[in-house]
């Protein structure tokens, strides 16, 4: 069982930026991937960027260029930097574990809200 917390979330201006953090309860320097994903109210949650245990990246074309997923593995946390913030950006965000291909592991979620 991988336990995940979330911190970062908060209400942030247009234009402006916020780093997500994600700290899990053990290793995860061989994990398959950690991610973060995004439900926004009425819609489906849905990836927003992914570290491999290959070093890759993935992101959603929506935020690429704006957003950027790093992992420290000696403090088995991933970030989520977040710039250029649109109120679009609007939505829960949560931290996925993903060990291997049959295990998946949620954080409870981080509310960020992007408004004037």
């Known amino acids: 069982q991988v336990q995940l917390v979330e911190s970062g979330g908060g209400l942030v201006q247009p234009g402006g ?7 899990a309860s053990g290793s995860i320097s061989s ?3 950690m991610g973060w994903y995004r439900q926004a109210p ?3 949650r849905e990836l927003v960027a992914r570290s491999l245990r ?6 959603a074309d ?6 950027f997923i790093s992992r420290d593995n ?3 946390t991933v970030y989520l930097q977040m710039n250029s913030l649109k109120p679009e950006d609007t939505a829960v965000y949560y931290c996925n574990a993903n060990p291997d ?3 998946d592991y949620w954080g409870q979620g ?7």
């Open 74 to 76: 000696a403090k088995n």
């Open 62 to 67: 929506s935020v690429l260029g704006r957003f």
């Open 31 to 33: 994990f398959n991937a």
């Open 101 to 103: 291909l049959t295990h």
């Open 17 to 23: 930026s916020l780093r997500l953090s994600c700290a």
């Open 110 to 116: 981080t509310q960020v809200t992007v408004s004037s």
């Open 54 to 59: 290959s070093g890759g990246r993935n992101y």
């Open 42 to 44: 009425g819609k489906q």
